[in-house]
């Protein structure tokens, strides 16, 4: 009986952190009860590369990207569709003070003017 429960357990934590991996959120994002908006990497990291293009989407959920702005360091706005503002960020070596993208972001949710940043890490090539 003992090595069914424990068997059971066993089976019950292998399933559960099976569905933890599968969870891909992302760390930068800002969340105000059902509003967000969410900086995605592109290319499947979680930090940008100095001296190198990466694309990046900032997906908006119950905000208007119309209301928002995006202020950062190499950031050059491509366009937005769908809720989602399509950007590339190339930071120059040498460019900033630390390894670290200080992005600010500026936005309306419900008339009220919030203001938030994002720090991404940087690496060298």
Known sequence: MIKRIL???LLILTLNCC??????????IYENGESSVELRILNGNDYLTYDTPIRTDFKWKNIDPKTGSIFGAGIKMLGTENGITKTEINVPSNYLESDTLNIKLR???NGEKI???????IKDK
Do not use: A, R
Request: zero cysteines; hydrophobic letters at 30%; aromatic letters at 14%.
């Open 19 to 28: 569905t933890e991996s599968k969870k891909n959120t992302s760390e930068f």
């Open 115 to 121: 203001g938030t940043e994002l720090n991404v890490p």
């Open 7 to 9: 068997l059971f357990g």
């Open 107 to 109: 936005f309306e949710i």
